[in-house]
């Protein structure tokens, strides 16, 4: 359960689960060596950023900025990731591989969608113990977003017209689905039952009414693109903003529950400043926003920064 908004020059994310991996934060120098199954050793282009697993030394991560200022985000996929084997003339990245190469490689999202337009990602497993996950990822910059979704048929990639990203469905039953609320506004409801009789709203916000409140994937969608497209920025800026955006999908602990019954939480919220190269945080438990930027990177090495 993730939910990942693209406005403007900022990306705010929610990691949802009822587990922590020992999320870190990293920075990578300009020329940190990446090597790929597939595709042999790449040096990255620019410093990276971005929330990680690291194993054995490697990080693995969950989403990034560049200090071009792109931004990859990878979401859980589940029931329609799928991935494949190497195939002869693709561009062949595992699942854990795509963030790295994204950010390794790309000076903004055009450029991406060029470097990607032979993607194939593949079925290959970092370890014995880190198999594959399913996953689907949104690439952004101050221009737009995309979605990258491996399906059945090969590897989709299109614009995202909305910004938003959660987890399965595919992005296109979700931009369905927006059709339910388009009606949907911030204000006062018009009286269209009784036209002749005065009925008087007993409340604010009954313009919203149908907006959905759970914490399943679709119903975060349609609240997360609602919310961003009426949010004002107040006084308090653009990264308090973000953050009271993704509050409205974050996840109490309890409030959902896994498979097996262990509660959910929000892990983390990030909001990423693409322009000032600027990560910000906060965690379940510590509700002050944190930030690490690019202007505390060395030159020489990986700095990992605990969350």
Not at 88 to 114: C, H, Q, R, W
Not at 122 to 132: A, C, E, R, V
Not at 279 to 290: F, G, L, N, P, Q
Request: glycine share 8%; charged share 20%; with cysteine.
């Amino acid at each position: 359960m993730c939910t990942v908004v693209a406005k403007g020059n900022y990306i705010g994310r929610t990691l949802d689960y009822e587990c922590s991996f020992g999320e870190q934060l990293v920075i990578l120098p300009k020329g940190y060596l990446f090597g790929l199954i597939h595709e042999g050793e790449i040096r990255s282009k620019h410093r990276i950023m971005g929330i990680c697993h690291i194993a054995e030394g490697v990080p693995l991560f969950y989403e990034g900025i560049n200090d071009s200022g792109v931004g990859a985000y990878a979401l859980n996929f589940p029931r329609y990731a799928c991935y494949n084997k190497a195939r002869e003339g693709k561009l062949n990245l595992a699942s854990f591989e795509v963030i790295s190469y994204i950010l390794s490689l790309a000076s903004s999202l055009e450029g991406a969608l060029k470097m990607l337009s032979a993607l194939n990602i593949t079925n290959d497993s970092f370890s014995d113990s880190l198999p594959p996950t399913p996953m689907h990822w949104l690439i952004a910059d101050t221009e737009g977003s995309a979605v990258i979704e491996p399906l059945t048929g090969g590897v989709k990639i299109c614009k995202n017209p909305v910004g938003v990203l959660t987890n399965s469905p595919p992005l296109d039953y979700h931009l369905t689905r927006l059709s339910e609320i388009i009606s949907l506004h911030p204000g006062t409801p018009e009286n269209r039952l009784f036209k002749n009789e005065k009925q008087p709203p007993y409340s604010r916000g009954m313009g919203a009414i149908g907006l959905p409140g759970d914490f399943s994937s679709v119903s975060r969608f349609l609240r997360a693109a609602f919310v961003k497209n009426n949010t004002v920025t107040s006084d308090e800026g653009e990264i308090e903003s973000l953050f009271h955006i993704m509050d409205s999908v974050a996840v109490p602990l309890g409030c959902s529950l896994s498979e097996s019954g262990e509660p959910v939480s929000t892990i983390y919220t990030s909001v990423s400043d693409l322009d000032r190269g600027t990560y910000y945080y906060t965690t379940y438990k510590s509700r002050e926003i944190k930030s690490i930027s690019f202007d505390m990177s060395l030159n020489d090495r990986m700095q990992v920064f605990d969350i």
